[in-house]
């Protein structure tokens, strides 16, 4: 069956870094665009990043331009979210979601598979 595994997550200073990954099993992963969202408690889901299928497109939300860069390796199964100069308000849970339509999307709805999402904390 398909899977979405992100990993990456923590606990970190504000101005520190993490890379998210994504690893993908059960799936053409080449042929997928795959985005990152996500949740603040009490919070809508939010849209982070996504990048096509051949990792020529990519978008950004505005809150993350400049701070934060998707990049994937289609040999390893991978999509990897690079997240620079970190802030508070960027906690939240973190997940990757795998559209087979190929293009980058903002909207959640699109995405036809799901992980389970990783712990993001940047304290103050």
């Known amino acids: 069956q398909v899977q979405l595994v992100e990993s990456g997550g923590g606990l970190v200073q504000a101005g520190g870094s993490l890379r998210l990954s994504c690893a993908a099993s059960g799936l053409t992963f080449s042929t997928y665009a795959v985005g990152w969202f996500r949740q603040a408690p009490g919070k809508e889901r939010e849209f982070v990043a996504a990048i096509s299928w051949s990792g020529g497109s990519i978008d950004y939300a505005d809150s993350v331009k400049g701070r934060f860069t998707i990049s994937r390796d289609n040999a390893k199964n991978t999509v990897y979210l690079q997240m620079n100069s970190l802030k508070p308000e960027d906690t939240a849970v973190y997940s990757c979601?795998?559209?087979?339509?190929?293009?980058?999307?903002?909207?959640?709805?699109?995405?036809?598979?799901w992980g389970q999402g990783t712990q993001v904390t940047v304290s103050s």
């Open positions: 979601a795998a559209d087979l339509a190929g293009i980058p999307n903002s909207s959640p709805g699109e995405y036809d598979y």
